[in-house]
């Protein structure tokens, strides 16, 4: 049975206090929480040469919900070919349940306007929490988990896949920031978030069984 590990335990309270930290300055429109958003947009969002903004518009596009939802449908049908059940189940609940579903009624309970600056692409809907930060830990994050199990006996390509994913979870949340349609405290929620749902649903699922 695949155990989640005390720090693993640690690091979703964490995370999960901070989210919560996070809602409450957003609701009740905290001055710190202000002072943070605009402390990091002003370390981020700094001109870059035009092949690096549209690398980083790229970026931001892949965690759009069609191609998000392609390589979702694309994972899970691979892991239902390779009978990994579980698995498919486990990818379905994280991104297109809590990711897709959970997010917006969160979206449409806060309400937070998007920052008032220039962007360099389009969004709609609300700005808390950010959409494409805990969709990226969610299915970045279940690629993780279940590489894990299949790796687990090759420790250094587990923690190869695991940093390299981690990154790619950080950047897409960052790219939200530079193009301007969230801010800071938006993406630190969606992370902080997705990371609570992905300890969670792992634990309900591998309570009971073999692993993933």
């Given amino acids: 049975m695949t155990t989640i590990s005390k720090l693993r335990w640690r690091c979703t309270w964490g995370a999960g206090i901070l989210f919560l930290l996070d809602l409450f300055g957003v609701v009740t429109q905290q001055n710190w929480l202000k002072a943070i958003d605009q402390t990091i947009i002003h370390l981020i969002r700094h001109p870059l040469p035009h092949s690096l903004t549209h690398l980083i518009i790229a970026i931001t596009n892949s ?120 801010y800071p405290t938006d993406v630190i929620a969606g992370w902080s978030l997705g990371f609570v749902l992905l300890t969670l649903s792992q634990w309900f699922l591998t309570r009971y069984g073999d692993g993933l």
């Fill in 63 to 182: 965690g759009n919900p069609r191609p998000v939802t392609w390589v979702t449908l694309l994972l899970i049908a691979a892991l239902a070919i390779l009978q990994r059940y579980r698995g498919a189940l486990f990818l379905t609940v994280n991104v297109l349940i809590w990711a897709g579903i959970g997010n917006s009624l969160i979206k449409h309970m806060v309400q937070r306007p998007r920052p008032t600056v220039d962007r360099l692409v389009t969004a709609g809907s609300f700005s808390f929490p950010s959409g494409h930060s805990i969709t990226a830990m969610l299915l970045w994050g279940s690629v993780i988990v279940l590489l894990g199990w299949s790796l687990r006996r090759h420790r250094n390509w587990r923690w190869g896949v695991t940093l390299l994913l981690s990154c790619w979870i950080v950047i897409i949340g960052l790219s939200r920031i530079y193009v301007g349609v969230h």
